[in-house]
């Protein structure tokens, strides 16, 4: 069975600073991982995808996130937060070398300080 | 327009109601999704469909029943609602890319419903 860990619920940084969101995953095969963002009232934007190709993967709004098998880890990066990346941050995992199926993890709220 | 359109957007209702979710989707997609989300919890998956006549029960069923209209509808039914169904809904879709391989679910904007 696959299953995802988001290490902190919440997480703040302020503007400029690196931001860090955590994510583990356990799955049997090897897996696809996502990124998403939700911002308020709105439903899922997706970030970025790993699907076994390049092991750092380049998403949108300047994120990044690095797949380490060794550490069953996909942490999400950014190098300068900015005010407009407040949100609410989901990684997800699915292990049916698809998207069909994502286990979610439970969301890091992330708060960018001025 | 969204390409993925749920209805209502919020509601408010009665325990023992019954309650029906649109999802109404433009983007040609042949698999579309149910999920919940609570806070803390992330988004449960409650059904999924791979095609019209394709229904699977997700992680968290009991409860939920569902209904694939046509390969651009898929609709959530509650058939007699209880408090802990309040939560935010969230219909998601997929298909496959031009080079073949699934593509990332796309998600509408939600459903916020309240049961008392």
């Known amino acids: 069975a696959q299953s995802v860990t988001q290490l902190g619920s919440h997480v703040s940084v302020s503007e400029g600073a690196l931001v860090l969101l955590r994510c583990n995953y356990s799955?049997?095969?090897?897996?696809?991982l996502f990124w998403y963002v939700q911002y308020p009232n709105q439903g899922l934007q997706l970030l970025l995808k790993?699907?076994?190709?390049?092991?750092l993967v380049k998403g949108i709004n300047g994120f990044e996130a690095e797949f380490k098998k060794s550490e069953t880890s996909f942490h999400l990066t950014k190098p300068s937060a900015h005010m407009s990346d407040a949100a609410e941050y989901f990684c997800?995992?699915?292990?049916?070398?698809?998207?069909?199926?994502?286990?979610f993890g439970s969301g890091t709220q992330l708060t960018v300080l001025p | 327009d969204a390409d993925v359109t749920q209805t209502p957007r919020n509601r408010i209702t009665k325990t023992g109601k019954r309650i029906m979710l649109e999802c109404s989707q433009t983007?040609?997609?042949?698999?579309m999704y149910w999920y919940r989300q609570d806070p803390g919890l992330g988004l449960r998956l409650i059904y999924y469909?791979?095609?019209?006549?394709?229904?699977n029960k997700g992680e968290i069923s009991d409860g939920y029943s569902v209904s694939r209209q046509a390969q651009a509808k898929f609709s959530l039914s509650l058939e007699s609602a209880i408090p802990n169904q309040t939560a935010l809904y969230f219909c998601?879709?997929?298909?496959?890319?031009?080079?073949?391989?699934?593509?990332?679910?796309?998600f509408g904007d939600g459903t916020r419903l309240s049961i008392l």
């Open positions: 983007k040609g997609h042949d698999r």
């Open positions: 799955s049997s095969v090897p897996p696809y």
């Open positions: 790993y699907t076994s190709a390049a092991t």
């Open positions: 998601a879709t997929s298909g496959f890319g031009r080079t073949g391989g699934d593509q990332p679910q796309h």
């Open positions: 997800a995992v699915s292990d049916t070398g698809s998207a069909r199926q994502l286990t």
């Open positions: 469909s791979f095609d019209v006549k394709d229904i």
